[in-house]
């Protein structure tokens, strides 16, 4: 079991709602050996419970905010209280990490990565504006990923 999951939301068949699935498709590919990727179509509230399996959770969705440089990546803080809800189902990120915390008394370190998308019609790919954003977020991710690797490897070092 890895430290570390990542967690593409979206629907590959709906434009730039797929920007989720092949962010996560390409980190898988270039870094599947050393952490966990999955795919859903929406966080549920059973994704808390994948959380204490890691250290590291990063939560990967397109969204209709038109973000600096296309995508923003951000540290999850455990809010207070949840997010009401009508559904089970369609969770936030937030929410998820408030169950994890409230349920299993765990606190470990999740991310949000949103990027920027514009075309949400079923059957197209992404849109040129949601694929630009999708590679700049992909750069970025893989830069901080492997230093994020890197200090994991120095802590295990010194633990021996």
């Not at 570390?4 to 092949?22: A, E, Q």
């Not at 409230?102 to 470990?108: A, G, H, K, P």
């Not at 890197?150 to 295990?156: G, V």
Request: no cysteine; charged share 25%; aromatic share 10%.
């Amino acid at each position: 079991m890895s430290e570390i999951l990542l967690i593409g939301i979206g629907n590959i068949s709906r434009g730039d709602d797929g920007i989720g699935w092949l962010f996560a498709d390409d980190i898988e590919s270039n870094f599947g050996q050393t952490i966990t990727v999955q795919k859903e179509f929406q966080l549920v509230v059973e994704d808390a419970l994948k959380m204490t399996e890691f250290d590291t959770v990063i939560f990967v969705d397109a969204s209709e905010n038109k973000l600096d440089n296309g995508f923003e990546f951000r540290k999850v803080a455990v809010p207070k209280v949840i997010k009401t809800e009508f559904t089970s189902h369609a969770q936030t990120p937030e929410n998820i990490v408030f169950l994890a915390s409230d349920l299993f008394q765990i606190e470990n370190n999740a991310y949000v990565m949103e990027i920027s998308g514009q075309d949400w019609e079923l059957g197209n790919g992404l849109s040129a504006y949601g694929h630009q954003n999708m590679d700049s977020a992909t750069i970025f991710f893989r830069k901080w990923l492997v230093e994020k690797m890197k200090h994991q490897l120095l802590r295990k070092l010194e633990d021996a």
